[in-house]
């Protein structure tokens, strides 16, 4: 096929009408590659939309309840499920049902702002370190290696010890404990991104270090932090629910699910119930988020083949 000498370059170029436009093929984004891997995962998508109604009937479900968490009813003590509390009472009389989901909203609150915090730190501190390079590099991630061999558990029992125990020094303490993972995997991810050509591209136009940081290098590696983020919201939650069975996280009669559990290991031989409700929705949320980090790693893998 003869093309045509005499174009200019400037000369307007007509759409080849040969072409079917159902053809085109569109492009997409990691994050919408990434969704759409992870709808074929069913145990994946099951585990997500059940975290989803998990989370829905924690934070609203007290709202319609027609009892308070803290409404004591001392004749009703201990009793068994039942049309009038469905989950039964405790041993104050107070309804299991309400205080499962108060304590659901609190054991998932703790398990998503500890998180919050690791991850601030740990990903600023791990990208900081890696693009410092040198000694600094050196020194910052000793410092890390040095913190992973200290007993976190006893240092925050510690801190909850010494300090005025609250929610507030709950999130502080855990969450300034579990960043270490965080920063070295992204010290990792880091290390080998700040020799690509984006990057001495953006270092030769005079970009800042804050600006390649926030702008070129931690976006790059979100892919690893969101799927280390719901790996991590377990481990804060399993936590939580350690220290809230030994008497040092959720102070009473504020429950969470780590309480319950304790109160119903205390009374399981005669009130089997009071155990086995809040260590299944424990475990529910447990099992759910552990599946559903399993699938955003496989959905988020850059080497994954495009469908």
Not at 14 to 38: C, N, T
Not at 51 to 71: D, K, Q, R, W
Not at 162 to 189: D, K, Y
């Amino acid at each position: 096929m003869a093309f045509p000498k005499n174009i200019s370059p400037d000369a307007k170029r007509l759409p080849d009408l040969s072409i079917d436009p159902e053809q085109i093929e569109e492009g997409s984004s990691l994050w919408q590659d990434a969704w759409a891997r992870l709808r074929k995962n069913k145990l994946s998508l099951f585990s997500f939309w059940t975290l989803i109604v998990i989370a829905v009937v924690c934070f609203a479900g007290p709202l319609l309840t027609p009892y308070s968490y803290v409404e004591q009813d001392l004749e009703r003590t201990l009793q068994g499920p039942s049309w009038q509390h469905w989950f039964g009472t405790d041993d104050l009389g107070r309804d299991q049902l309400t205080r499962v989901l108060v304590g659901g909203r609190v054991s998932l609150t703790v398990g998503i702002i500890a998180t919050c915090v690791s991850l601030l730190i740990g990903v600023t501190y791990g990208a900081a370190a890696a693009y410092a390079g040198g000694k600094a590099e050196a020194v910052m991630m000793r410092m890390v290696d040095i913190l992973y061999a200290m007993p976190f558990t006893i240092f925050v029992i510690l801190l909850m010890t010494i300090f005025e125990r609250s929610l507030l020094l709950l999130f502080i303490a855990i969450g300034a404990v579990e960043w270490l993972t965080m920063a070295r995997i992204v010290h990792g991810q880091v290390k080998s991104l700040k020799e690509q050509e984006f990057i001495e591209a953006a270092v030769s136009l005079g970009y800042g270090t804050r600006r390649i940081l926030f702008r070129h290098l931690i976006p790059n590696v979100l892919g690893v932090v969101t799927v280390y983020a719901t790996l991590t919201v377990p481990s804060v939650m399993l936590l939580e629910s350690f220290l809230s069975f030994l008497g040092l996280g959720v102070q009473p009669p504020q429950p969470s699910w780590g309480s319950l559990i304790k109160l119903g290991a205390d009374n399981i031989q005669l009130f089997p119930h009071l155990l086995v409700i809040p260590a299944f929705f424990f475990s529910l949320t447990l099992f759910c988020l552990n599946f559903l980090g399993d699938g955003l790693r496989d959905a988020l893998d850059p080497k994954s083949s495009k469908d």
